[in-house]
């Protein structure tokens, strides 16, 4: 049997995602393994949950570092150290730079709270409830130098639920936590 391809998610905030990939991995729903945990919020509660499942964890702070290119080559070491060979961003709230871009060609995967290209950046269950748009989604997609710019892979529609970013932003949840185990599934294998 081959080996399972190896991963490192990248999260800055609560980790719902990330817990739903881990527990897709322990299932094998999703046929890899998380290697490492990256972040740059070591506060975050996506540590809490990367300690209970026992995956490792690595912070990296930018401002811990005189430059993003130093920042970036601390990041790659570590990943090349744990033999990472998909980066998935989930809920990681800063932009990869050319380093990083340019170590995983093709294989640096995100997940979007919105049915890109609407609505792209920050907030974007408020955006598309400020539009008035009745329909929203989530994409995932595959990681360019841009802001949620680079190739779509899947995308599934969620119904706004006027007037609340709440309700939507859980419904939207519900959806990303199937959608990015089996679109992985399909296109890491
Ligand atoms: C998700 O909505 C994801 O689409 C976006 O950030 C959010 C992260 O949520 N990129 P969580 O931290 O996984 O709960």
Redesign the pocket.
Known sequence: MSAKPKIAVF??????????LAKACQTEELGAEIVLMVTDKPDAY?CNRAQEMAIPIATFQPKKFESSTAFERAVLKSLSEAKVEWIV?????RLLGKTIIDAYPSKIV????SLLPSFPGKD??KQAIQHGVKVTG?TVHLVDEGMDTGPIIAQQAVEVVVGSIQQT?EA??IV?HELYKKTLAEFIS
């Open positions: 999260a800055s905030g609560n980790g719902s995602n990330f817990e739903a996506v961003l989930a809920g990681y709230m995100n997940i979007h709270p974007a269950v989530v932003t939207i949840h990303e």
